[in-house]
């Protein structure tokens, strides 16, 4: 459920906000102060702020200033202040929207709903999920071409990090050193195996914690190497 946190002096407009936003299904929380306001919005994750310029405490252009410098989450500010001025003001500083008061509660519903909706289009069109491997506490960034063990980054040439993933990829099957460098080097071995072999001691110096008894690349003698799972 979508959590709206109200910041707003006034009791009796709070309270309606609340009700009719609960009535279309959101989770609502209120702060009738700007600086308890603020320590809430911070604190916890909401969804939208409605968030009234004048406040005891702080006022909402200052809330408004420091929610927007930790989060992008939507804000709608609302006042009884109809100066352009204000308006330009609060816009100025970080808000999606600006409603002058008296306005319908209705109206306040059709815009939250509206900014939220803009809101999550926004983020799952920016979100770009990275393609990642994981097996037993290694983690295989593809898309950032990171590598990680037991959470600690550990550094990776760039062929170090090719061979490591297709083997991490292709689990359980054993290949040949002349099948590793053809897929990796994408060429025929004449004579440069060592060049695989090299790569997997480097590998396993990284990724295993006892090189002497691997435990994610295993040799298989006179064949070539697997990685187990």
């Known amino acids: 459920m979508s959590r709206i946190l109200i910041i707003e002096d006034e009791e009796a407009i709070a309270d309606l906000e609340k009700d009719y ?27 939208l702020i409605i968030l009234d310029l004048m406040l005891p405490g702080m006022d909402g ?4 200033k420091k929610i927007r410098e930790e989060k992008n989450v939507p804000i709608l500010m609302v006042s009884a202040k109809k100066d352009d001025i204000d308006k330009i003001r609060g816009l100025g500083l970080g808000a999606d929207d600006y409603m002058t008061k008296p306005f319908s509660p209705s109206e306040l519903v059709a815009r939250v709903k509206a900014h939220m909706a803009r809101y999550e ?12 491997v994981e097996i037993r506490g290694i983690k295989i960034d593809k898309t950032a071409r990171r590598v990680y063990v037991d959470g600690e980054e550990k550094a990776f040439t760039t062929k170090e990090f090719d061979l490591l993933t297709f083997l991490a990829e ?7 050193k002349e099948e590793l460098f053809r897929e990796i080097w994408d060429m025929d071995s004449i004579g440069d195996i060592a060049t695989v072999t090299v790569h997997i001691k480097k590998i396993r110096e990284k990724i295993e914690f006892d090189t002497a008894n691997p435990q994610y690349i ?3 003698w006179g064949v070539g190497y697997r990685f187990k799972v």
């Open 21 to 47: 936003l609960e009535l279309s299904g959101f989770e609502v929380e209120i702060e009738h102060a700007g600086d308890t306001g603020l320590l809430k919005a911070l604190k916890e994750e909401f969804n």
């Open 61 to 64: 252009f200052e809330v408004c």
């Open 121 to 132: 289009r926004l983020v799952s069109t920016n979100q770009k999920t990275n393609d990642i």
């Open 170 to 176: 292709n689990p359980n099957h054993v290949f040949t």
């Open 218 to 220: 295993e040799t298989i």
